[in-house]
């Protein structure tokens, strides 16, 4: 009985670790790299429809200070006449696999305009991809300031 319980718990607990070591195929991470870049050149354009088509319905992102925003509020703020964020890259991009949940992480300074004001920010970013139906979705992020 023993020996069946470790069996239950064991393999697939070896199995779900196997997909964190396994690298995502070169395809898949082009595809997603392709997709986070869209975003992103969606977000600065204010292109809401481009913007929102990337995101599950059930999206929340943690900002730097702990606030959680869902869908509505996120894109509401991105597309605020008050805010321009200027053309940025990603650096130190990366995906992590997980079945049907992808991990997408990297740097990112950001510079623009609030309310006519500059700002400049950089900070570390996780963007959580669902495969929901075949199409990838992104559910969740989370950034982190870096000073």
């Not at 009985?1 to 470790?6: A, I, N, V």
């Not at 991009?93 to 004001?117: H, I, N, Q």
Request: net charge positive; proline share 5%.
């Amino acid at each position: 009985m023993r020996r069946l319980l470790l069996g239950c718990v064991l393999v697939p607990a070896l199995a779900v670790a196997g997909l964190a070591h396994a690298a995502p195929p070169a395809a898949l991470v082009a595809r997603l790299k392709a997709q986070a870049d869209a975003w992103d050149r969606a977000i600065v354009a204010k292109d809401r429809a481009a913007i929102v088509a990337n995101m599950a319905d059930d999206f929340r992102q943690i900002d730097g200070q702990g606030n959680v925003e869902n869908l509505r509020s996120f894109v509401d703020g991105l597309v605020s006449p008050a805010l321009v964020i200027d053309p940025y890259t990603v650096e130190d991009f990366e995906v992590r696999l997980y079945g049907d949940t992808a991990l997408l992480s990297g740097r990112t300074r950001m510079t623009g305009r609030y309310d006519g004001k500059p700002f400049s920010s950089h900070y570390r970013y996780i963007d959580v991809y669902v495969r929901r139906a075949g199409a990838w979705k992104i559910v969740s992020v989370q950034i982190t300031p870096l000073p």
